[in-house]
Protein backbone atom coordinates (compact mmCIF):
# COMPACT_ATOMS: atom_id res chain seq x y z
CA UNK A 1 0.00 0.00 0.00
CA UNK A 2 1.14 3.49 -0.75
CA UNK A 3 -0.05 7.09 -0.14
CA UNK A 4 -1.59 7.18 -3.52
CA UNK A 5 -2.88 3.66 -3.08
CA UNK A 6 -2.32 -0.32 -3.62
CA UNK A 7 -0.07 -1.46 -6.12
CA UNK A 8 -1.11 -5.56 -6.79
CA UNK A 9 2.09 -7.27 -8.10
CA UNK A 10 3.38 -8.52 -9.97
CA UNK A 11 3.14 -4.81 -11.69
CA UNK A 12 4.71 -3.28 -14.69
CA UNK A 13 5.22 0.45 -14.20
CA UNK A 14 5.45 2.39 -17.42
CA UNK A 15 8.31 5.25 -18.41
CA UNK A 16 7.34 8.52 -17.70
CA UNK A 17 11.04 9.86 -17.33
CA UNK A 18 10.15 14.01 -17.67
CA UNK A 19 6.83 13.32 -15.75
CA UNK A 20 5.18 12.25 -19.02
CA UNK A 21 4.73 8.33 -20.75
CA UNK A 22 6.12 9.53 -24.72
CA UNK A 23 2.80 10.25 -26.32
CA UNK A 24 0.57 9.40 -24.03
CA UNK A 25 -2.09 10.94 -21.45
CA UNK A 26 -2.68 9.78 -17.71
CA UNK A 27 -6.25 8.38 -18.84
CA UNK A 28 -4.67 6.38 -21.50
CA UNK A 29 -2.66 4.94 -18.43
CA UNK A 30 -5.48 4.13 -16.48
CA UNK A 31 -7.51 2.91 -19.44
CA UNK A 32 -5.01 0.27 -19.66
CA UNK A 33 -4.90 -0.90 -16.26
CA UNK A 34 -1.36 0.96 -15.12
CA UNK A 35 -1.03 0.80 -10.98
CA UNK A 36 2.17 3.16 -11.10
CA UNK A 37 4.16 5.28 -12.89
CA UNK A 38 8.10 5.83 -12.98
CA UNK A 39 9.77 9.26 -13.02
CA UNK A 40 13.66 10.10 -13.30
CA UNK A 41 14.83 12.21 -10.73
CA UNK A 42 18.31 13.27 -12.45
CA UNK A 43 15.98 14.35 -15.42
CA UNK A 44 13.42 16.22 -12.98
CA UNK A 45 16.67 17.59 -11.14
CA UNK A 46 17.20 19.36 -14.47
CA UNK A 47 14.84 20.38 -15.78
CA UNK A 48 11.80 21.66 -14.84
CA UNK A 49 13.72 21.28 -11.33
CA UNK A 50 12.49 21.15 -7.72
CA UNK A 51 11.86 24.77 -7.39
CA UNK A 52 9.15 24.78 -10.01
CA UNK A 53 7.60 21.09 -9.02
CA UNK A 54 7.50 22.21 -5.12
CA UNK A 55 5.28 25.25 -6.52
CA UNK A 56 3.21 23.42 -8.66
CA UNK A 57 2.28 21.02 -5.37
CA UNK A 58 4.59 18.12 -6.12
CA UNK A 59 4.95 15.59 -8.88
CA UNK A 60 1.47 14.15 -9.27
CA UNK A 61 -0.51 17.56 -9.47
CA UNK A 62 2.23 18.83 -11.92
CA UNK A 63 2.07 15.71 -14.23
CA UNK A 64 -1.87 15.08 -13.62
CA UNK A 65 -1.48 11.43 -12.16
CA UNK A 66 -3.36 10.32 -9.03
CA UNK A 67 -1.99 6.57 -9.05
CA UNK A 68 1.47 5.77 -7.27
CA UNK A 69 4.78 7.22 -8.53
CA UNK A 70 7.96 6.29 -7.83
CA UNK A 71 10.73 7.81 -9.15
CA UNK A 72 14.65 6.50 -10.05
CA UNK A 73 17.29 7.96 -8.34
CA UNK A 74 19.25 8.96 -11.24
CA UNK A 75 22.17 6.93 -10.71
CA UNK A 76 22.22 4.96 -13.91
CA UNK A 77 21.67 8.21 -15.75
CA UNK A 78 24.71 9.92 -14.43
CA UNK A 79 27.25 7.05 -14.27
CA UNK A 80 26.29 6.78 -17.72
CA UNK A 81 27.36 10.44 -18.44
CA UNK A 82 31.39 9.18 -17.92
CA UNK A 83 33.35 11.90 -19.29
CA UNK A 84 30.65 14.11 -17.73
CA UNK A 85 30.70 13.18 -13.94
CA UNK A 86 33.25 12.97 -10.97
CA UNK A 87 32.67 9.81 -8.44
CA UNK A 88 34.23 9.96 -4.97
CA UNK A 89 32.90 8.09 -1.79
CA UNK A 90 30.66 11.47 -0.78
CA UNK A 91 28.22 11.43 -3.95
CA UNK A 92 28.83 12.61 -7.71
CA UNK A 93 29.54 15.65 -9.40
CA UNK A 94 28.26 15.93 -13.51
CA UNK A 95 27.93 18.27 -15.49
CA UNK A 96 24.22 18.28 -17.23
CA UNK A 97 23.36 16.75 -20.96
CA UNK A 98 21.55 20.19 -21.57
CA UNK A 99 23.55 22.70 -20.92
CA UNK A 100 26.45 21.67 -19.39
CA UNK A 101 25.93 23.16 -16.35
CA UNK A 102 27.63 21.77 -13.05
CA UNK A 103 25.15 19.74 -10.09
CA UNK A 104 26.11 17.59 -7.55
CA UNK A 105 24.33 14.22 -6.12
CA UNK A 106 24.71 13.26 -2.63
CA UNK A 107 22.22 10.41 -1.33
CA UNK A 108 20.84 12.54 1.12
CA UNK A 109 20.23 15.14 -1.36
CA UNK A 110 18.68 12.71 -3.62
CA UNK A 111 16.19 11.33 -1.11
CA UNK A 112 15.17 15.13 -0.30
CA UNK A 113 14.59 15.62 -3.73
CA UNK A 114 12.30 12.65 -4.24
CA UNK A 115 10.62 13.44 -0.82
CA UNK A 116 10.16 17.01 -2.09
CA UNK A 117 8.38 15.59 -4.85
CA UNK A 118 5.95 13.91 -2.87
CA UNK A 119 6.32 10.44 -4.60
CA UNK A 120 5.62 7.12 -3.18
CA UNK A 121 8.63 5.43 -3.93
CA UNK A 122 12.23 7.04 -3.55
CA UNK A 123 15.47 4.71 -4.74
CA UNK A 124 18.68 5.42 -3.01
CA UNK A 125 21.38 6.52 -4.96
CA UNK A 126 24.01 3.66 -6.37
CA UNK A 127 27.02 3.41 -8.25
CA UNK A 128 26.53 1.15 -11.50
CA UNK A 129 29.11 0.08 -13.51
CA UNK A 130 29.60 -0.87 -17.11
CA UNK A 131 29.47 -5.21 -17.89
CA UNK A 132 31.69 -6.33 -18.43
CA UNK A 133 34.10 -4.67 -15.37
CA UNK A 134 37.18 -5.44 -13.67
CA UNK A 135 36.62 -7.83 -9.98
CA UNK A 136 37.77 -4.72 -8.13
CA UNK A 137 35.55 -1.79 -10.01
CA UNK A 138 32.88 -4.16 -9.26
CA UNK A 139 33.33 -4.86 -5.57
CA UNK A 140 34.44 -0.75 -4.94
CA UNK A 141 30.79 -0.24 -7.00
CA UNK A 142 29.39 -2.31 -3.91
CA UNK A 143 31.07 -0.98 -1.16
CA UNK A 144 29.91 2.52 -2.56
CA UNK A 145 26.15 1.56 -3.10
CA UNK A 146 25.95 0.28 0.22
CA UNK A 147 27.44 3.54 2.35
CA UNK A 148 25.37 5.59 -0.07
CA UNK A 149 22.16 3.36 1.31
CA UNK A 150 23.20 3.19 4.78
CA UNK A 151 23.02 7.49 4.42
CA UNK A 152 20.14 7.29 2.37
CA UNK A 153 17.97 5.60 5.24
CA UNK A 154 19.66 7.73 7.92
CA UNK A 155 18.26 10.99 5.84
CA UNK A 156 14.87 9.41 5.08
CA UNK A 157 12.08 11.32 6.56
CA UNK A 158 10.16 8.30 7.20
CA UNK A 159 7.07 9.80 5.70
CA UNK A 160 4.70 8.62 2.98
CA UNK A 161 7.45 8.80 0.69
CA UNK A 162 8.67 4.64 0.87
CA UNK A 163 12.58 4.43 0.54
CA UNK A 164 13.49 1.19 -1.68
CA UNK A 165 17.59 0.34 -1.94
CA UNK A 166 19.53 -1.38 -5.10
CA UNK A 167 21.33 -4.00 -5.18
CA UNK A 168 24.15 -4.11 -7.45
CA UNK A 169 27.28 -6.37 -7.91
CA UNK A 170 27.35 -7.11 -11.74
CA UNK A 171 27.16 -11.03 -12.69
CA UNK A 172 29.57 -11.82 -9.41
CA UNK A 173 27.45 -13.92 -7.68
CA UNK A 174 29.59 -13.53 -4.66
CA UNK A 175 29.36 -9.55 -4.77
CA UNK A 176 25.44 -9.67 -5.71
CA UNK A 177 25.02 -11.69 -2.25
CA UNK A 178 27.32 -9.30 -0.48
CA UNK A 179 25.06 -6.20 -1.66
CA UNK A 180 22.23 -7.80 -0.89
CA UNK A 181 22.94 -8.91 2.77
CA UNK A 182 23.87 -5.50 3.66
CA UNK A 183 21.26 -3.67 2.23
CA UNK A 184 18.79 -6.30 4.10
CA UNK A 185 20.06 -4.91 7.29
CA UNK A 186 18.53 -1.42 6.63
CA UNK A 187 15.38 -2.56 6.87
CA UNK A 188 14.07 -1.40 4.12
CA UNK A 189 10.58 -1.23 2.91
CA UNK A 190 11.26 -2.79 -0.53
CA UNK A 191 14.23 -3.69 -2.60
CA UNK A 192 15.58 -3.89 -6.05
CA UNK A 193 17.81 -5.46 -8.72
CA UNK A 194 19.91 -3.10 -10.75
CA UNK A 195 22.98 -3.05 -13.20
CA UNK A 196 21.13 -5.57 -15.28
CA UNK A 197 19.75 -5.61 -18.86
CA UNK A 198 22.46 -3.65 -20.16
CA UNK A 199 24.17 -6.11 -22.83
CA UNK A 200 24.75 -9.40 -20.76
CA UNK A 201 23.12 -12.66 -21.92
CA UNK A 202 19.64 -13.31 -21.27
CA UNK A 203 20.70 -16.50 -19.36
CA UNK A 204 23.56 -14.28 -17.69
CA UNK A 205 20.25 -11.54 -16.06
CA UNK A 206 18.06 -14.57 -15.48
CA UNK A 207 20.62 -16.74 -13.26
CA UNK A 208 21.26 -13.52 -11.60
CA UNK A 209 17.65 -12.91 -10.94
CA UNK A 210 16.90 -15.92 -9.44
CA UNK A 211 19.87 -16.25 -7.26
CA UNK A 212 19.35 -12.48 -6.10
CA UNK A 213 16.03 -12.61 -5.94
CA UNK A 214 16.10 -15.81 -3.26
CA UNK A 215 18.51 -13.41 -1.22
CA UNK A 216 16.24 -10.23 -0.56
CA UNK A 217 13.83 -10.22 2.31
CA UNK A 218 10.24 -12.13 1.77
CA UNK A 219 7.43 -10.41 2.30
CA UNK A 220 8.87 -6.82 0.31
CA UNK A 221 8.49 -5.82 -2.67
CA UNK A 222 11.21 -6.90 -5.23
CA UNK A 223 12.19 -4.84 -8.01
CA UNK A 224 13.80 -5.75 -11.28
CA UNK A 225 15.14 -2.86 -12.96
CA UNK A 226 14.89 -1.80 -16.90
CA UNK A 227 13.12 -4.79 -18.39
CA UNK A 228 10.23 -5.17 -20.16
CA UNK A 229 9.79 -7.81 -22.98
CA UNK A 230 7.08 -10.05 -22.03
CA UNK A 231 9.47 -13.06 -21.86
CA UNK A 232 11.62 -11.59 -19.46
CA UNK A 233 8.31 -10.26 -17.16
CA UNK A 234 7.45 -14.26 -17.30
CA UNK A 235 10.70 -15.15 -16.56
CA UNK A 236 11.19 -12.47 -13.63
CA UNK A 237 7.93 -13.46 -12.33
CA UNK A 238 8.68 -17.10 -12.19
CA UNK A 239 11.79 -15.53 -10.20
CA UNK A 240 9.80 -14.42 -7.15
CA UNK A 241 9.86 -10.64 -8.90
CA UNK A 242 7.50 -8.09 -7.92
CA UNK A 243 7.99 -4.84 -10.20
CA UNK A 244 9.32 -4.47 -13.19
CA UNK A 245 9.82 -1.03 -15.31
CA UNK A 246 11.20 -0.66 -18.94
CA UNK A 247 11.22 2.29 -22.07
CA UNK A 248 11.13 -0.83 -24.12
CA UNK A 249 7.37 -1.08 -24.92
CA UNK A 250 7.08 2.47 -25.72
CA UNK A 251 10.14 3.18 -27.38
CA UNK A 252 9.39 -0.16 -29.53
CA UNK A 253 5.82 1.37 -30.41
CA UNK A 254 7.03 4.82 -31.35
CA UNK A 255 9.32 2.55 -34.00
CA UNK A 256 6.80 0.25 -35.23
CA UNK A 257 7.49 -3.17 -32.83
CA UNK A 258 4.40 -4.69 -31.56
CA UNK A 259 4.29 -6.67 -28.32
CA UNK A 260 1.58 -9.58 -28.21
CA UNK A 261 0.74 -11.30 -25.02
CA UNK A 262 2.27 -14.32 -25.80
CA UNK A 263 5.99 -13.21 -26.13
CA UNK A 264 6.09 -12.83 -29.92
CA UNK A 265 6.90 -9.20 -31.54
CA UNK A 266 7.00 -8.23 -35.11
CA UNK A 267 7.73 -4.85 -36.84
CA UNK A 268 4.22 -3.04 -38.61
CA UNK A 269 6.96 -1.74 -41.01
CA UNK A 270 7.38 -4.85 -43.46
CA UNK A 271 5.51 -5.06 -46.39
CA UNK A 272 3.58 -7.83 -45.25
CA UNK A 273 1.42 -6.36 -43.06
CA UNK A 274 -0.24 -3.66 -45.79
CA UNK A 275 -3.10 -5.95 -46.17
CA UNK A 276 -4.01 -7.53 -42.54
CA UNK A 277 -6.92 -6.58 -41.09
CA UNK A 278 -6.90 -8.58 -38.11
CA UNK A 279 -5.81 -6.75 -34.65
CA UNK A 280 -2.43 -6.15 -33.74
CA UNK A 281 -3.09 -8.93 -30.98
CA UNK A 282 -5.41 -11.57 -31.02
CA UNK A 283 -5.28 -12.13 -27.30
CA UNK A 284 -5.21 -8.67 -26.36
CA UNK A 285 -8.57 -6.24 -25.13
CA UNK A 286 -7.51 -2.91 -25.37
CA UNK A 287 -8.99 -0.44 -27.01
CA UNK A 288 -6.68 -0.66 -30.36
CA UNK A 289 -7.01 -4.08 -31.06
CA UNK A 290 -11.14 -3.65 -30.48
CA UNK A 291 -10.97 -1.27 -33.88
CA UNK A 292 -7.78 -0.79 -35.33
CA UNK A 293 -5.69 -3.50 -37.80
CA UNK A 294 -2.24 -4.15 -38.71
CA UNK A 295 -2.72 -2.88 -42.30
CA UNK A 296 -4.17 0.74 -40.61
CA UNK A 297 -0.97 1.22 -38.19
CA UNK A 298 1.11 -0.20 -41.06
CA UNK A 299 0.07 2.40 -43.03
CA UNK A 300 0.31 5.09 -40.51
CA UNK A 301 3.88 4.61 -39.88
CA UNK A 302 4.64 4.71 -43.73
CA UNK A 303 2.60 7.71 -44.02
CA UNK A 304 4.80 9.17 -41.00
CA UNK A 305 1.84 9.74 -39.08
CA UNK A 306 2.03 10.57 -35.35
CA UNK A 307 -0.97 8.42 -34.20
CA UNK A 308 0.68 5.66 -36.10
CA UNK A 309 3.37 6.03 -32.66
CA UNK A 310 0.75 6.81 -29.77
CA UNK A 311 -1.61 3.69 -30.88
CA UNK A 312 1.05 1.44 -30.94
CA UNK A 313 2.17 2.58 -27.40
CA UNK A 314 -0.81 2.60 -26.25
CA UNK A 315 -1.20 -1.40 -27.44
CA UNK A 316 2.17 -2.35 -26.12
CA UNK A 317 2.01 -0.87 -22.34
CA UNK A 318 -1.72 -2.25 -22.57
CA UNK A 319 -0.38 -5.66 -23.63
CA UNK A 320 1.95 -5.59 -20.76
CA UNK A 321 -0.37 -4.52 -18.07
CA UNK A 322 -2.83 -7.13 -19.62
CA UNK A 323 -0.21 -9.64 -19.24
CA UNK A 324 0.72 -9.13 -15.46
CA UNK A 325 -2.71 -8.57 -14.44
CA UNK A 326 -3.17 -12.21 -16.26
CA UNK A 327 -0.12 -13.49 -14.45
CA UNK A 328 -1.89 -11.86 -10.96
CA UNK A 329 -4.75 -14.20 -11.51
CA UNK A 330 -2.99 -17.50 -12.88
CA UNK A 331 -0.84 -17.55 -9.08
CA UNK A 332 -3.90 -16.62 -7.22
CA UNK A 333 -6.03 -19.55 -9.14
CA UNK A 334 -2.70 -22.64 -8.88
CA UNK A 335 -2.43 -22.24 -12.45
CA UNK A 336 1.12 -19.90 -12.92
CA UNK A 337 3.31 -23.14 -14.55
CA UNK A 338 0.81 -23.77 -17.04
CA UNK A 339 0.66 -19.65 -17.89
CA UNK A 340 4.37 -19.50 -17.70
CA UNK A 341 4.88 -22.31 -19.95
CA UNK A 342 1.91 -21.38 -22.57
CA UNK A 343 4.27 -18.10 -23.16
CA UNK A 344 8.13 -19.93 -23.17
CA UNK A 345 7.28 -22.20 -25.20
CA UNK A 346 5.82 -19.87 -28.07
CA UNK A 347 8.22 -19.73 -30.60
CA UNK A 348 10.21 -16.16 -30.25
CA UNK A 349 9.99 -14.21 -33.32
Not at 250 to 263: D, W
Not at 271 to 293: I, M, Y
Not at 316 to 325: C, D, E, K, P, Y
Not at 334 to 339: P, Q
Request: net charge negative.
Amino acid sequence: MTAHGAVETPCFMPVGTLADVKLLEPRDLEEIGARIVLANTYHLWLRPGIETLVAAGGLHRFMAWNGPLLTDSGGFQVFSLESRRDVDDDGVTFRSHLDGSTHRFTPEAVVAFQEDLGVDIAMTLDQCVKLPSPPAEIASAVARTTAWARRSAAAWRRGPTLLFAIVQGGLDPALRAQSASELAELDLPGYAIGGLSVGESRAEMDRVVRSTASLLPAGKPRYLMGVGTVRDLVAGIDRGIDLFDCVYPTRSGRHGRVLTRRGTEYNLRNAGFGRDFTPLDEDCDCRVCAVHSKAYLAHLFRAGETLAGRLASYHNLAALSGLVRSAREAIENGRWEAFRDRITETPAQ
